[in-house]
């Protein structure tokens, strides 16, 4: 796991202290070793970096690296499943390689292949490869978006990097995205190609890139869940055949040079996850499960050690305060580096914390629930699909609400801001519509959240959180070869009336207790509502209103009333501006600043 950045430049050299500049600030992903390389004729200059965390082939596997013939070079983050595969296929084929890092069967492919390789990775990657002969630079991500890519194209130069960080110094204005703006409020993220600084696009999941010294840029989708054809299919076979794959692909994640663990919840992805790795370790896994000391709401601690028992696991139970969680917000806003509020990120970035005292590999649940529809809003009655389908029409019934009141919403905001407001459902209506008209409801209410909420949200939690700690995330649920599978599978195996995720239960009971796989789903709650009061509010009310970000885009009336009476039922819409207000300062007011581990979050607004 890594980070890269570099840059693309016309007319001009590529300076070395620019692209140490950017790597600099990427170092939380990659902090044991640097690497840069910068090509340069009369049409113009190619220039890339890398920042390395060494998983595969530690003492070699510097980057960037190149074939023997020095006519490709390439950066590259994440990993390579297939590589010993790949390799030995490639070896066979006569080329040559020159160290034992998985990274490496990126480039040797693209060699032998073209850009009919990327195809062929298995694995979460987002990797620039350089062509010295054709002057041409790749940038390629993942199929479901596992790992960050971004770019900016500017009037002399391509500007790309693992994060926002790497190019907000270099861009010549930073003004937001009030599309990407509007969405982050109602949506809790932004999706799509734009991100939350103008100009600053990601590289979509199963994308390619092709950028020529001219700033020619050609778009290649290499893969797409739209691709996934519904099936008849027994529980039997289905189940056959899932055997065979989850084996695949879990020999495939499990390869690394360094030891691994997992986040361990109360929930059915994570201990399907304790079970299968405890099929191929013969010490104990090291678990990590978190909970809340000053609170009502019940946790999943309890359930959590009762799994961690059951395989013999190595387990690290976690209790945290509310100040202790509180004071970890600005961490998490500079960790998350694009705007998104997903409250698991506070958690999420406090077992990061405490595994990379241990691990530098950890495995997650990401994607189940996507891949094998666990959620209940995959499985609305008629009536309520009815309703929702005829007041909010485009997807389905499905996402048709925004997460702040509309109330508040309409009296919070900037006019300049309503009309993006009104249109927030967009990437869902659009992921919606590009649905075959031979897929079911469920089918298109998992591939909406596939483009959208897993890799704008959840996926931005597990690398994120985990990068800020030095800490590789795993997500075998999030394999495409799964995602294809699950999302190919009849209806009727994976809901019934009272339940998701039906296969993969059925399936694990030979693992897990029944009562554990089929208890009620409750998510990865942080109880917010229970704790934005007292003083902390109070410090709150006085300061938030003062915030340059705050006074831009909010009516300063609405955002003190906000902040009076019942604030227990406007707990979402007083934290997202709260959030906001911190990401504004950390990115846009002061982006050479980075909080500590724990830090009061006032004094961040």
Known sequence: MCGI?????????????????????LTHRGPEDTGFYISSSGSGSFGIAHTRLAIIDIAGGHQPIFDAEKRYAIVCNGEIYNFPELRAE?????????CESDSEVALQAYAAWGRDSFRRLNGMFAFALYDHQQRELWLVRDRLGIKPLYYAVLPDRVLFGSELKALLPQMPNVDLNQSALAQYFQNQHSSGEDAIVRGIRRVMPGEALRIDADLKIERHRYWSALDVKPRQISESAAREEWETLIDQVMREHVRSDVPYGLFLSGGVDSAVLLALLSQRQSTPIRTYSIGYADVQMKDELDEAGMIAQRFGAQHTPIRMTRQQVFRRLPRVVWSADDLMRDYACLPTLALAEAASKDLK????????????????????????????????????????RGELESGWTQKLFVPELQPYLAAHRAPMIAAWGSTPRDWSALQRRQYTDLVTNLPDDLLVKSDRMLMSWSVEGRVPFVDHRVVEFGLSLPDSLKVSRGAGKVFI??????????????????????????????????????????SEAIRRWCQPQAVRELLSGDTAVRSREIWSLMQFAIWHRLFIEHPDQRP??????????
């Open 596 to 605: 500590g581990a724990e830090e009061d979050p006032l004094a961040w607004l």
């Open 361 to 400: 590999v950890i495995f997650s649940g990401e994607g189940g629930d996507e891949a094998f529809a666990g959620y209940g809003r995959y499985r609305p009655d008629w009536s309520e699909r009815l309703y929702k389908s005829l007041r909010f029409p485009g997807s389905g019934g499905f996402r048709v």
């Open 505 to 546: 239960k059925k399936w694990a009971e030979k693992y897990i207790p029944k009562d554990h796989l089929w208890q009620p789903k409750r998510g990865f709650h942080v109880p917010v509502r229970e704790w934005l009061n007292g003083e902390f509010l109070h410090g709150l009310a006085e300061r938030l209103p003062k």
């Open 5 to 25: 950045a570099g840059q693309v430049l016309r007319g001009g050299v590529v300076e070395e202290s620019a692209l140490a500049s950017m790597s600099s600030r």
């Open 90 to 98: 490639l070896e066979a084929q006569g080329h040559r390689f020159s």
